[in-house]
């Protein structure tokens, strides 16, 4: 099946600092990906669509300098949280959709991100 | 008025129970429908996957599309304990927009 790899699984950083996380395709290539945020109890908001080789396509109400997002290759996107804040804290999850279109959309298995 | 609607739940049922699961939508331009299953602190698992109206079965699960009605279903069957956890059905064509969630206790 389509397996996507998400590191780390959980991180703590201080106030002001920046925390880099990544989303890796692992048994195909993705052309593009998609990078979600979840609050507790709340469902995925879906915060940008990652496309190799171009900028990122962000939803409304997303800071796109706050959350940085790479996809250098075909099997790699990356987001950074930029100067992060307490409010920044939350479950973030990356998907990619497999390009046979088998099994649909899959998802890392998610980074908690803990701003102190 | 969102785009995707699902009851937020909780919904508890005992072993064994038939479960049913659904969300709305309101755009007609959503190609691809899927449910998924979400344990606490994880991502989400994909359970079914659908690009046309219709039924699909897998074991005891059975996805359900209708198109013209912009309303799918999720049914499980002779649920377990196990089967307790988040339930989220997602659509879209390019991306997907999610449902709130169901979260779902099955009792033994």
């Known amino acids: 099946g389509a397996v996507v790899s998400q590191h780390p699984s959980w991180v703590i950083c201080k106030s002001g600092t920046s925390v880099k996380i990544e989303c890796r395709s692992l048994d195909f290539q993705a052309t593009t990906m998609f990078w979600y945020r979840q609050f507790p109890k709340q469902s995925l908001m879906l915060m940008a669509t990652?496309?190799?080789?171009?900028?990122?396509?962000?939803e409304q109400g997303v800071e796109k300098d706050k959350f940085l997002i790479n996809h250098a290759s075909l099997t790699l996107s990356t987001l950074t949280v930029t100067s992060a804040h307490p409010e920044d804290s939350s479950f973030y999850i990356c998907s990619a959709r497999d390009p046979t279109g088998v099994y649909g959309y899959t998802f890392g298995s998610g980074t908690r991100l803990t701003v102190v | 008025q969102k785009e995707v609607e699902q009851d937020p739940g909780p919904l508890s049922v005992p072993e064994g129970a038939i479960v049913s699961l659904n969300c709305t939508y309101s755009?007609?331009?959503?190609?691809?429908f899927m449910w998924y299953r979400q344990y606490s602190r994880k991502g989400p698992e994909l359970l079914m996957y659908?690009?046309?109206?219709g039924n699909k079965e897998d074991g005891r699960f059975t996805a359900q599309v209708d198109k013209s009605s912009k309303y799918i279903s999720l049914f499980i069957r002779d649920s377990q304990p196990s089967d307790s956890a988040t339930y989220l059905c997602?659509?879209?064509?390019?991306?997907?927009?999610f449902g709130q969630g169901t979260t779902l206790q099955v009792k033994p």
């Open positions: 659908t690009y046309s109206s």
């Open positions: 755009n007609s331009a959503f190609q691809y």
């Open positions: 990652s496309n190799e080789g171009s900028k990122a396509t962000y």
């Open positions: 997602a659509m879209g064509t390019g991306k997907l927009i």
